[in-house]
């Protein structure tokens, strides 16, 4: 009996390393909403420069804004530290970007980060690690995870395995691939689990957050990988917004065949790249070559999407609503 107990024991071990997929799902994580059933929160990307090129004044807007605003939280679209990410847990480039950049008080909130391409460059399982929330308990940051608010989902994705230059022309650039490879499985079960996420969601608002563009006018354009495999996922399962970083401006563009709405924030430090491909004007609603972020508001039937620039100044408002029951 004890050699069959330890033959299952050894059995069950091979098939999580030979199945993990099966095994999976992503991270849930519950943030509860205001009592008038309300949520409230700012978007900011491709931001940690030690508070250099307008990181410190879009920051200190952001601090303004989102005491106005009462946030209940804030969404990081990645490249949360430059050039080249964290060397390790102990990094003082985690206070001196993060910690000692964003503090005012309406910013010791909760802090929801995915990864860039640019974290990947350095110790990649350091910003995923709890010793960082321990040292500043506002930081949380998965490889892919949900955040439900119970008015709106919200689904984190790891975008940057996705993209193929990063493996094949990585220039002088080593990225930490730790835990992604084999890359083709990493992928699959990326698409696997946000697919099954998004399909089993009964939110009113379905959001999902990447670094990578899928649709973008700016310097890096939109991501052909991302269009391929996560688009089409977004589409079938009537997600709201798709909220991403990496190139680094404000933009809001509509779909044309769809309610998605894709909306850029990626002007937390350094931007004015001047350059801006042409597109549609039916669908680009917005576009702003410089340094800001992105406040929105959601109740069960209306949400609110404000753009500011460094001195607070509202550049782009759009909002939408949803009736309450569901018309057949």
């Known amino acids: 009996m004890a050699s069959m107990k330890k ?73 949360n530290f430059y050039d080249d990410g964290l060397t390790g847990v102990d990094d003082p480039a985690f206070e001196e970007s993060f910690t000692n950049v964003y503090t005012a008080p309406s910013l010791q909130k909760k802090w929801y980060n995915v990864l860039g391409n640019h974290d990947y460059r350095g110790d990649a399982l350091a910003q995923l690690s709890p010793i960082l929330k321990q040292k500043d308990n506002r930081w949380i940051c998965m490889r892919s995870y949900i955040v439900n608010t119970d008015v709106a989902e919200f689904f984190f994705v790891d975008t940057t395995p996705f993209q193929d230059m ?64 996560i688009l089409p996922i977004l589409q079938a399962n009537n997600v709201d917004f798709y909220l991403n970083g990496h190139d680094h401006c404000l933009e809001h563009i509509s779909s044309s065949d769809s309610p998605l709405q894709f909306l850029t924030s990626g002007g937390g430090s350094k931007s004015w790249r001047g350059d ?50 569901s018309i057949m």
Request: charge should be neutral; avoid cysteine.
């Open 276 to 325: 801006m491909n042409w597109w549609n004007p039916k669908e680009m609603k917005f576009y702003y070559d410089g340094q800001g972020f992105m406040a929105m508001q959601i109740t069960q039937t209306q949400v609110w999407i404000q753009f500011f620039d460094i001195f607070g100044n509202i550049l782009h408002k759009w909002s939408a609503s949803k009736n309450l029951v």
């Open 166 to 229: 990063y493996f094949t022309t990585p220039k002088d650039h080593t990225y930490d691939w730790r835990n992604v490879m084999p890359r083709k499985d990493y992928l699959s079960l990326v698409l696997k689990d946000l697919d099954s996420a998004l399909r089993e969601s009964s939110a009113k608002w379905k959001i999902v957050v990447g670094h990578h563009t899928i649709k973008s006018a700016g310097h890096h354009g939109s991501s052909e990988e991302l269009g391929v495999h």
């Open 7 to 79: 033959l299952n024991i050894f059995s069950s071990f091979l098939l999580l390393l030979l199945f993990p997929a099966a095994m999976a799902e992503l991270h849930r994580l519950e943030h509860p909403v205001n009592t008038d059933g309300s949520i409230s929160f700012l978007v900011v990307g491709d931001w940690g420069r030690r508070g250099t090129f307008n990181q410190s004044q879009v920051a200190q807007q952001m601090g303004i804004i989102g005491e106005k605003l009462n946030i209940d939280f804030v969404v990081s679209t990645g490249d």
